[in-house]
């Protein structure tokens, strides 16, 4: 085996185990509540021992609802390799598409965690820090992109707020909805909203 199937190897057992003691943290948390929740409940869950856990997460709170910064990464890596002639909004909109389409397997994760905000409002700044880092690394994957500065351009920021909006309002909607529409024809309507400039659909309907 090459070294480099090795270190793929390793790179998915690790993705494993981090998935498993976020699974079982959400799922201890919702069953038992979250502040009868232990580290060590999470372990035992997950079989594997504590020394493990501190290996990928510093605390309960952050198994919950930290941030993922490998997903955070794969996006940038994704966005940098679509071709150079495609327009910003295009180039999002493939990456977060393959995003949507496996998204269905990991959606478990996700609802574990709207619902545990729900029931412990206190954990919804947590939440937000965690979102907010990813959408750091996105603003930073558009600047390069766009060969702007992050520091001092509004546009990186503002795309790549937009477009975590618009995902996660097609996901919020493909859950509780049930009008036959599948998540990628969800996201790419969210997205068309953002491409024709918040054009109101039906201006007589606001009125």
């Known amino acids: 085996m090459t070294a480099g199937a090795v270190e793929s190897r390793r790179d998915r ?15 201890l948390a919702l069953a038992d509540g979250y502040e009868q929740l232990t580290v060590e409940q999470i372990t035992q869950a997950a079989d594997v021992s504590v020394r493990t856990f501190f290996n990928y997460f510093t605390s309960k709170d952050d198994a919950l609802l ?55 409002p206190q954990l919804w700044p947590q939440l937000i820090a965690g979102l907010s ?40 909607h493909w859950r509780v909805a049930d009008d036959g529409r599948t998540l990628t024809e969800l996201l790419n309507a969210a997205l068309d909203v953002l491409a024709a400039g918040f054009t109101i659909p039906n201006p007589g309907a606001t009125r």
């Open 13 to 27: 057992k690790k993705a494993e185990t981090r998935d498993a003691l976020r699974h079982a943290a959400l799922r």
């Open 66 to 120: 930290g941030p993922e910064m490998d997903r955070a990464q794969e996006l940038a890596d994704s966005l940098a390799a679509r071709p150079a002639d495609e327009l910003p909004l295009e180039a999002l909109r493939a990456v977060f598409v393959a995003l949507a389409e496996s998204v269905v397997e990991r959606d478990m994760l996700w609802q574990s965690r709207m619902d545990l905000v729900r029931a412990h």
């Open 133 to 172: 880092e990813r959408e750091r690394v996105l603003t930073e994957a558009i600047a390069a992109r766009t060969g702007t500065d992050a520091a001092v351009d509004l546009y990186p920021g503002v795309l790549a707020t937009g477009v975590m909006g618009a995902m996660r309002t097609a996901l919020e």
